[in-house]
């Protein structure tokens, strides 16, 4: 599929979905990152903008990317209508293609699941690289399928944050795995209904 072709699918996707004044943050997001000193951080995959606003208000620099232009636009209003257009720089990015220049105290990845043809280890891998002396790499995956996801297959089969952290394949004198483990929760979907789903979680911090 090429870029166009995922740019469109993106859009359509976040088209389809109600535009919401203040979006939530991921719960793991507000849990691992409360006792961290805020500094500059890069959320992948930036989707509605929950995150993002979440951590400008916690005092963090923000790049928010991600390859809808649907929702890099809808978060760009927000950040305006927020007051905090001054600490998030919202940009369309194909992770396919490229990966967003800079160092960061914190990147971000929530729910990178894409039916798209992704390297997501190498993206993954340069999301570590991008990190200065530590900063940490947060990669929160789905353990489960919701009932309001875009992807419905019951077949899917999600991997585990230990089998996330191999395929990345970092080099232990740089990198350290802090925390990787299944975590269940209630969420809340886009329409108000309610689940128990399970997500994978996974921390890693650069010490060299």
Do not use: K
Not at 63 to 88: F, H, K, P, Y
Not at 172 to 200: I, K, L, S
């Amino acid at each position: 599929m090429s870029t166009t072709d995922a740019a469109r699918f993106w859009d359509g996707v976040h088209t389809n979905r109600p535009t919401v004044a203040d979006p939530r943050p991921n719960a793991r997001l507000t849990e691992t990152v409360a006792g961290l000193p805020a500094g500059e951080v890069l959320d992948l995959g930036c989707g509605a903008g929950g995150d993002a606003l979440w951590l400008a208000r916690q005092g963090w620099q923000v790049t928010a990317v991600d390859v809808s232009s649907v929702a890099v636009e809808r978060l760009t209003r927000l950040a305006v209508a927020q007051g905090v257009d001054g600490r998030i720089s919202a940009r369309r990015h194909d992770l396919r293609v490229s990966f967003p220049d800079g160092l960061f105290d914190l990147v971000s990845v929530h729910y990178l699941h894409t039916p798209l043809d992704l390297d997501r280890a190498g993206v993954l891998r340069s999301a570590a690289h991008s990190l200065r002396p530590g900063g940490r790499l947060l990669v929160v995956d789905h353990g489960s399928t919701a009932p309001w996801s875009w992807s419905r297959d019951p077949g899917v089969r999600y991997p585990t944050a230990r089998e996330v952290a191999a395929d990345m394949a970092l080099d232990p004198r740089t990198w350290t795995v802090e925390r990787a483990g299944a975590h269940t929760r209630n969420a809340t979907g886009p329409d108000g209904q309610t689940a128990e789903v399970t997500d994978h979680v996974l921390l890693v911090l650069r010490t060299a």
